[in-house]
């Protein structure tokens, strides 16, 4: 079993990657960081005489399967990048809406303009944006993810080389955090069973199979309910200027148009 893992991992490498690459983006981790995961990400595969790729059953599409514990190990590795996130006793006090707000800010190191576009596309019900304003200028201020010491002064010519890969970078990084609030608007569109539909479907990884018997749908209609909803997605997509590739841009590993 162990050669046929090993066989399974080096045909599958190139989509390893892709999967790799294309959470690293919906998060905004480009360079280094990009690549220590990237790494990691085939150590785990290949730890253990590949345990993990030995527990795949078929039972989903291995691209799901590979996605799912590809995501998993990503919010494994910000943890011991960032340190595990918590809410502020303020963010606690003011509710769900505040401690969202403060894990936008802080955690996923969204703009206060962005973090407000995205609660207001996710909540139909929230509040105007001066009343979010005001709640993120009751929050704590966010601490910056990472520390440099007196070594890191000493690169500072070091990085003024790499200044204009650090802009594309940027750029690259604004480039998906719109795509990922106009996605998320998009979805908010949705009638309530769709959206869970797609949540369960592309977010948290769910086969047709098991999304059919947990809400009483027939698994033949819901195939043809999901490409429709795709559809709808990307057309409101590209009406909102966003390219219809935005999908796999985010991490989201539909099927293709």
Same mark, same amino acid.
């Given at each position: 079993?162990?050669?046929?893992?090993?066989?399974?991992?080096?045909?599958?490498?190139s989509?390893?990657?892709?999967?790799?690459?294309?959470?690293?983006r919906?998060?905004?981790?480009?360079?280094?960081?990009?690549?220590?995961?990237?790494?990691?990400?085939?150590?785990?595969?290949?730890?253990?005489?590949?345990a993990?790729?030995?527990?795949?059953?078929?039972?989903?599409?291995?691209?799901?399967?590979?996605?799912?514990?590809?995501?998993?190990?990503?919010?494994?590795?910000?943890?011991r990048?960032?340190?595990?996130? %918590?809410?502020? =006793?303020?963010?606690? $006090?003011?509710?769900?809406?505040? #401690? !969202?707000?403060?894990?936008?800010?802080? +955690?996923?190191?969204?703009?206060l303009?962005?973090?407000?576009?995205?609660?207001?596309?996710?909540?139909?019900?929230?509040?105007?944006?001066?009343?979010?304003?005001?709640?993120a200028?009751?929050?704590?201020?966010?601490?910056?993810?990472r520390?440099?010491?007196?070594?890191?002064?000493?690169?500072?010519?070091?990085?003024?080389?790499?200044a204009?890969?650090?802009?594309?970078?940027?750029?690259?990084?604004?480039?998906?955090?719109?795509?990922?609030?106009?996605?998320?608007?998009?979805?908010?569109?949705?009638?309530?069973?769709?959206?869970?539909?797609?949540?369960?479907?592309?977010?948290?990884?769910?086969?047709?199979?098991?999304?059919? %018997?947990?809400? =009483?749908?027939?698994? $033949?209609?819901?195939?043809?309910? #999901? !490409?429709?909803?795709?559809?709808?997605? +990307?057309?409101?997509?590209?009406?909102?200027?966003?390219?219809?590739?935005?999908?796999?841009?985010?991490?989201?590993?539909?099927?293709?148009?």
């Amino acid at each position: 079993m162990s050669d046929s893992a090993e066989q399974l991992f080096l045909a599958q490498l190139s989509l390893i990657e892709r999967i790799a690459e294309s959470i690293c983006r919906r998060h905004a981790c480009f360079g280094p960081d990009a690549e220590d995961f990237a790494s990691g990400v085939k150590l785990k595969l290949m730890a253990d005489d590949y345990a993990v790729l030995r527990k795949f059953d078929g039972r989903s599409k291995l691209t799901t399967y590979l996605t799912t514990v590809i995501a998993n190990h990503f919010r494994d590795f910000r943890i011991r990048m960032w340190g595990k996130w %918590r809410p502020s =006793a303020t963010a606690k $006090r003011r509710g769900t809406l505040a #401690i !969202e707000l403060e894990r936008l800010l802080s +955690r996923d190191g969204h703009s206060l303009d962005e973090a407000v576009e995205i609660l207001r596309s996710r909540h139909r019900d929230a509040p105007p944006r001066e009343a979010l304003y005001e709640l993120a200028a009751e929050l704590p201020p966010k601490a910056p993810r990472r520390f440099e010491g007196e070594e890191g002064l000493e690169d500072v010519a070091d990085e003024n080389e790499h200044a204009d890969v650090r802009v594309e970078e940027r750029e690259r990084a604004e480039t998906m955090k719109r795509a990922h609030t106009a996605l998320a608007r998009a979805i908010a569109d949705l009638d309530g069973e769709d959206r869970l539909i797609v949540k369960m479907r592309f977010e948290d990884g769910f086969t047709v199979a098991l999304i059919a %018997r947990q809400l =009483a749908i027939r698994q $033949r209609l819901l195939y043809s309910r #999901i !490409e429709k909803l795709l559809k709808t997605l +990307r057309e409101r997509l590209e009406a909102a200027g966003v390219g219809v590739d935005v999908l796999e841009a985010v991490g989201w590993e539909g099927p293709a148009p």
